[in-house]
């Protein structure tokens, strides 16, 4: 009984999660661009010019990003698609910086990334202890 609980759970909640996605992933790529530019601009003090190159490059990396989940409707998406994108925007971007806000927005990345970290490991943890309370 307890089981086919869980599995109806776990099932509600990926039906949840998938629209939740579908939902948040119809923003428009040149909106999310905006929002990431401001949020450079705001972090690392952009010039005009800078906002210029950034921003387009931003567009692209949303565009593309949009047509990997264009390509992978049906498919599990690949983060290795989306990580080699990434990685090329990253690239590019480091060309329109100068050194010191290139090693400011590296150093903003990884604080992003140790906050993601704890909270998928604050999300185990509780997911564990919830399932453990089920007993």
Request: hydrophobic content about 40%.
């Amino acid at each position: 009984m307890k089981k086919s609980i869980l599995m109806m759970a776990l099932f509600g909640g990926l039906a949840c999660s998938e629209a939740f996605a579908q939902d948040t992933l119809s923003v428009a790529p040149p909106q999310v661009a905006q929002a990431m530019l401001e949020k450079l601009d705001h972090e690392l003090s952009l010039t005009s010019q800078q906002e210029t190159e950034v921003y387009a490059l931003l567009v692209e990396r949303s565009e593309e990003f949009a047509q990997i989940r264009e390509r992978n409707k049906s498919k599990i998406l690949s983060k290795a698609s989306f990580q080699q994108a990434n990685e090329q925007a990253l690239r590019k971007l480091q060309q329109a910086l100068t050194p010191a806000q290139y090693e400011k927005l590296k150093a903003l990345r990884q604080e992003t990334q140790r906050q993601k970290a704890a909270y998928r490991e604050e999300e185990l943890y509780k997911t564990t202890q919830d399932i453990e309370l089920d007993f």
